[in-house]
């Protein structure tokens, strides 16, 4: 079974400053997808980015950037600029690519705190 | 564009009351169906998934039910609410397989207060 950690319970930045939230995963499989959501406090889960493991380049998407070490099983989300609407609950989640379902892996989350 | 609605948003319910939540999605044909549960401050537990109409996937036994009546239709229940369901229960959707993009789209949650 597909584990993921997410060794930062809280972590806090300043405005437009840099932050990077870790994310590792244990997987035997090949072909999976990595992903990070954001979840304000709404608690609408909102896709951040997502990253192809058959992809070696890093995936990007505005301010937001990922570090992703296939060897390692690292995929760590960088976040630029930090603004206060990034204030959220990060999660990391894992996706094995099958022929039937495909069920998310979820870390535990990371509460971000962006500081004025 | 795809859209998913859950209702309610909102729900308190003293123990032992029948639960019926219901998530719907547009835009989109023969998607996977997902409930998950969230406590307050955690991460999320899939709870059930669903591939086509009336076939459930269960990951976690427990006191509840989850049924897919309509292809875009995701219904989770249960016969009698405990006290441990309180919680945050989101729906999600994915696309197939092969069909692209991978990833689950959330609908707003529901918060259910069992009393």
């Known amino acids: 079974a597909q584990t993921v950690t997410q060794s930062q319970p809280e972590m806090s930045v300043q405005e437009a400053e840099t932050v990077t939230l870790s994310c590792t995963y244990d997987?035997?499989?090949?072909?999976?997808?990595l992903f990070w959501y954001k979840q304000p406090p709404s608690r609408q889960m909102i896709l951040v980015i997502r990253?192809?493991?058959?992809?070696?380049q890093n995936a990007t998407e505005n301010r937001f950037s990922v570090n992703f070490q296939k060897a390692a099983k690292s995929f760590s989300l960088k976040i630029s600029d930090s603004q206060l609407g990034d204030t959220a609950m990060y999660f990391c989640?894992?996706?094995?690519?099958?022929?039937?379902?495909?069920?998310?892996?979820f870390g535990k989350g990371t509460r971000l705190s962006v500081i004025a | 564009s795809q859209t998913i609605h859950q209702w309610p948003a909102t729900l308190v319910q003293p123990v032992g009351s029948p639960l019926s939540l219901e998530c719907t999605v547009e835009?989109?044909?023969?998607?996977?169906l997902y409930w998950y549960r969230q406590a307050a401050g955690r991460g999320l537990q899939l709870l059930f998934y669903?591939?086509?109409?009336?076939?459930i996937s269960s990951e976690v036994p427990q006191n509840l039910s989850a049924s897919r009546p309509q292809d875009r239709q995701f219904i989770l229940s249960s016969k009698k609410l405990l006290l441990s369901d309180s919680s945050f229960y989101l729906c999600?959707?994915?696309?197939?397989?092969?069909?692209?993009?991978?990833?689950?789209?959330f609908g707003p949650g529901t918060r259910l207060t069992v009393t």
């Open positions: 999600a959707w994915s696309a197939k397989t092969g069909q692209g993009p991978y990833e689950q789209y």
């Open positions: 997987t035997s499989e090949s072909n999976y997808y």
């Open positions: 990253q192809e493991a058959y992809k070696q």
């Open positions: 989640a894992f996706m094995k690519l099958t022929s039937g379902n495909t069920p998310l892996v």
């Open positions: 835009g989109t044909s023969n998607p996977n």
């Open positions: 669903s591939v086509g109409i009336g076939q």
